[in-house]
């Protein structure tokens, strides 16, 4: 079975840090690995996903991710953090399978507050 | 905005009834997923259609059902419900069903069993 673990509940940054929210995650196989924000009383919104090639992956809004194989991590990071940034984050983990085992495994968020 | 539509926006109803949510995907997107988050549980995945045909079960109970239509809009049914059964349930969509599409969420249903 597959999962995922975001190991804080609570990251806090100054504004124009950097930021980091730590994700590792566990699946038989390959994974696909994706990155979502929410917003208070919103749905959820796709930031990035690693399917294959560059362990680097760029998404919205500045943000992007590292895949690391051996660590089995995939760590959201942020050069510069802004104030609207402050957000619920959310890893997940899908293998790259066929069956019904396709399903989307998220973690149990992350709260990152930056200050200004 | 995702493009993908849920209502109601909130929902209050007693122990015991049935309450049906409505999710339409964005255009053009065959696949629709249902997702429960609870404080307590987080964001448990709870059924996939493709193209009106279900494709991957979660941790869904057997009191709650759903279908999707062939205008691609789907429905979760939550029967007798329970105290335990408030949260904040979303629909998501994508293009395809494979597990390698991002997935566009709605602004969710709020269930509160009283």
């Known amino acids: 079975a597959q999962s995922v673990a975001q190991p804080e509940d609570q990251v806090n940054v100054a504004e124009g840090n950097p930021l980091t929210v730590k994700c590792t995650y566990s699946?038989?196989?390959?994974?696909?690995l994706f990155w979502y924000v929410q917003y208070p009383n919103r749905g959820l919104q796709f930031l990035l996903k690693y399917i294959t090639g560059d362990n680097l992956v760029k998404g919205s809004y500045g943000f992007e991710a590292e895949f690391n194989k051996s660590q089995t991590s995939f760590h959201l990071k942020k050069p510069s953090a802004l104030v609207s940034d402050s957000a619920l984050y959310f890893c997940a983990v899908s293998p790259i399978s066929s069956g019904s085992a396709r399903q989307l495994t998220f973690g149990s968020g992350t709260q990152l507050t930056v200050l200004p | 905005d995702s493009g993908v539509t849920q209502t109601p926006k909130h929902l209050i109803t007693a122990t015991g009834q049935r309450v049906t949510l409505r999710c339409s995907p964005r255009?053009?997107?065959?696949?629709v997923y249902w997702y429960q988050q609870s404080l307590d549980q987080g964001l448990q995945f709870l059924i996939q259609?493709?193209?009106?045909?279900?494709?991957a079960k979660g941790n869904i109970l057997e009191r709650f059902s759903a279908q999707q239509f062939p205008d691609l809009h789907s429905e979760l049914n939550l029967s007798s419900l329970e105290l335990g059964d408030s949260a904040l349930y979303f629909c998501a969509s994508s293009p395809s069903g494979t597990s390698s599409s991002e997935q566009y969420f709605g602004p969710g249903t709020r269930l509160t069993v009283t």
């Open positions: 255009s053009g997107d065959l696949s």
């Open positions: 699946v038989s196989g390959n994974p696909y």
């Open positions: 259609y493709y193209n009106g045909e279900e494709r």
